[in-house]
Structure formats: C-alpha cells, structure tokens
C-alpha cells in the first residue's frame, strides 16, 4: 500500500504557503487539511526554497495555520472532459457553476504541449465567424489565431458573442477569465444565448478568484479545447481575456521570488503565454482557432502584453475607441489590424475588392480634416473623390448590429459586388 507523502505548513506570506515537505515535484497537487477541520483546501506546488517547499493555494486559505497537514497527491491536476461538458458553464477547476451534475470524461491534464510543429496541417480553409469586416477583409481559416485589441469598453466582448452565436465552427470553448462577477451571467444569458450555449463550453474564473485559478481556468478551456480537436472537430477558442492571465500569471511569479523585469511583469508571463497560445491551432486531425481579447492598457498598442501576444498570433484585429464614440459597431479599424493568412485563404477577387476598401478609407482618412475645414476643392485629387463618393457605402459594409446575422458567403458576395 502507497504510504502518501505528507509535511506541514510552517508559513503563509500573501499568496505564497511554505511547508516543511511533502516530497513533492512543481506542479504536483496537494490537499492541506484546516486546522479546525473541514473540507481540504486543494493547493498546487510551485517552487522550492532552501528546504521549504512553496505552494499556492486553488481555493480560501481560512482555517489554514502553522501545523496544517499537507498531503501530496502524486499528480498533477486534471479534469474530467467529455461530450457532457457541452452546454456546461464550469469553474477555473473543472467544477459545475450552472447546478448541474458533475462532468465525468476522460481525465485531461491541464498543462499540456503544442503539437509537434511538422505534424501540424497548414491552414487552407476559411472559418465563418459571422462578422462581416472580419470574414471579408480579415479572413479568418480553421486553425488560425487572430487577437482581439482594444481599451476598455469598446465592444470586445460583443465581438466574442456575435463570433460564438454565428460561427460555423463543431464546438465552442469560451474562457472568461479574471471578468467582473456581475457580467459573467450577462454573457450567458444576453450575448451568448440559449442557442450558442448549447454546443459551447464556458469556463469561468471571475477576478476575485486566487491567481493561481486564473491561471488554471485558460489551461483548462485549452485542454478542452484540445480534446475535442483531437477527436477531428473544427473547435472555435474564445478567451476574454489574455491580459488577464497575464497578470494572474504576474502575481504567482512575484508570489514566489521572481524578479520583475519589463513593466513590473516577471519573465516566466512570457514564456507562459507562448505556450498557451501554442497550444491552439490546427492538429493532425482537428482544428483550434482561437480568437483572444487583449485589453490595451490606455490604448497602448506597444505595451508588453499587447506587443507579446500580436508577436505569437496569426493576425490581429484592432477595435478604435474613435469609431465607438462614432457610434460605428462593431468597432473595427480595418487599416490597423490584418490576417496574416488571408491571402492564402481569400480568392483574387476577394482580395482585390478588400485592397479598394482599405485604398478608400486610407485616402478618406488623410483628406477628412481638410474636408472638415472645407479646404478641400473638390476635382483637385481624383482618388480623394471616389474616397468622399464611397465613404458612406464602405461605412454600411462595415458596421453590423450585434444581432444581426451575416453569412461568410454573402459578406464575400457584398464586397465583390460593392467595390
């Protein structure tokens, strides 16, 4: 019989609980007991010091004290994930939120590896995300991984909801991860919707969770994700948001003694975040696109975070503050944001049709304040005159209502058409 390995907690310093054992491995999960009973709180290993082994709890630390037994369970954490997860929304750890029953499936690890590079399929199939500006002048293909960049408050998750209702993507795995508590039922209930729960999966760890769930709740919306690939769906990866994790990944580094480096950020967030990102796209047999949000910290589009992430990525789509307050939704400005993968994905006519597009807003945008002042004569600059005569045509293109439907087909038909 296995004797368990077993210590005790000789400290606890903000996030970080030091125990005199157990034998143990980074990564491994533990149960530490409360002191005056009750349920066992579930901790993880995360490093060592001196003969101190260092642990972040996955749950409340009332109850715990000097003396509270640790007890190493000899592996890491894994969930159980199944057909039955679909139509669930879950907590960072795997457990029900909705009051139903307990998920049982295959136990996943939570902290897997991207595939083997050469055994990925390249991207060659176009994926309908039912956003119009997106589908037309930013293709998005299976398996590709596209950023969504924006400050606060200009429509980033009403662009996740449109993509989750009308995407023709198998399954759909959506992590809200580090969001207000009150907004977490506003999604499921007003963006998401009955229809788009039923063949999604929502993963859920609000901002008062412990980091270290934070952590977990994007590996385990990844892992999910992985599972139903690996099984030959076209899976849609839906993360809001990716700053998040980054900043619950900052506070178990400085938790546990690393040095900050760029912008107060410790250097293992960058090395997390390529791995997590890695993790999604195209397999041997299915397919992961991921769409992530990053929150651009005053609109800066150079800051760590923003510059890591649109450097791992396959596009990025950039939503203004300026066409917000324009009351131009979504919000997407077409000249700052690209698909990397269009032009393998798009046809000519296609392609051609998005370059006037963007030769119609660029010229519009050099010329409007001299149009504005009324300093320009109009006749002086043919381009400047088709820009002012189609503006209006390209605005109607691009803006769309949250609800409203707009087939991949018939938005590649439009901008053909149109221009």
Request: charged share 25%.
């Amino acid at each position: 019989m296995d004797v368990p390995a077993l210590g005790t907690v000789t400290r606890l310093v903000g996030l970080t609980i030091e125990g005199r054992g157990p034998l143990s491995t980074v990564g491994e999960l533990c149960r530490i007991h409360p002191l005056g009973g009750g349920a066992p709180i579930p901790a993880e290993v995360v490093g060592f010091h001196e003969r101190a082994v260092l642990l972040m709890p996955l749950g409340d630390v009332t109850g715990l004290g000097p003396g509270s037994r640790v007890e190493a369970l000899g592996r890491p954490l894994s969930v159980p994930v199944g057909e039955g997860v679909l139509g669930r929304v879950l907590d960072g750890l795997g457990r029900p939120l909705d009051g139903g029953p307990p998920v049982f499936g295959t136990a996943v690890p939570l902290d897997n590896h991207p595939p083997q590079p050469l055994r990925r399929r390249r991207v060659k199939e176009p994926l309908s995300l039912g956003v119009r500006a997106v589908d037309a002048l930013l293709t998005c293909g299976k398996g590709q991984r596209l950023g969504i960049f924006s400050g606060s408050g200009v429509g980033k998750s009403t662009l996740l909801a449109m993509m989750a209702r009308n995407t023709e993507a198998d399954v759909t795995c959506i992590g809200l991860i580090g969001e207000r508590g009150r907004e977490v039922r506003e999604f499921l209930e007003r963006d998401l919707g009955e229809e788009g729960l039923r063949r999604s999966v929502v993963v859920v760890a609000t901002s008062d969770q412990p980091p270290l769930v934070r952590v977990k709740a994007a590996l385990l919306v990844t892992a999910i994700a992985e599972y139903f690939r690996d099984r030959g769906r076209d899976v849609l990866l839906l993360m809001d948001s990716v700053t998040r994790v980054a900043l619950a990944q900052r506070e178990v580094g400085l938790a546990t003694g690393e040095p900050p480096a760029t912008r107060g950020y410790t250097p293992s967030v960058f090395t997390f975040l390529a791995r997590l990102l890695e993790r999604a796209g195209p397999g041997e047999n299915g397919s992961i696109t991921g769409l992530y949000t990053v929150l651009v910290e005053g609109d800066d589009m150079m800051e760590p975070v923003a510059d890591t992430v649109r450097g791992i990525l396959d596009g990025h789509v950039v939503l203004s503050r300026r066409l917000a307050e324009m009351n131009h939704y979504p919000a997407i400005d077409v000249l700052a944001s690209v698909s990397r993968l269009m032009g393998e994905l798009a046809t000519p006519e296609q392609r051609a049709a998005a370059g006037r597009v963007r030769e119609i807003l660029s010229t519009y945008n050099q010329a409007e304040d001299l149009v504005n002042i009324g300093a320009y004569v109009k006749g002086a600059n043919p381009r400047i005159d088709n820009a002012l005569a189609r503006i209006d045509a390209v605005r109607r293109f691009l803006q769309q209502d949250a609800w409203e439907k707009a087939p991949m087909q018939e938005s590649v038909e439009w901008l053909v058409r149109e221009f």
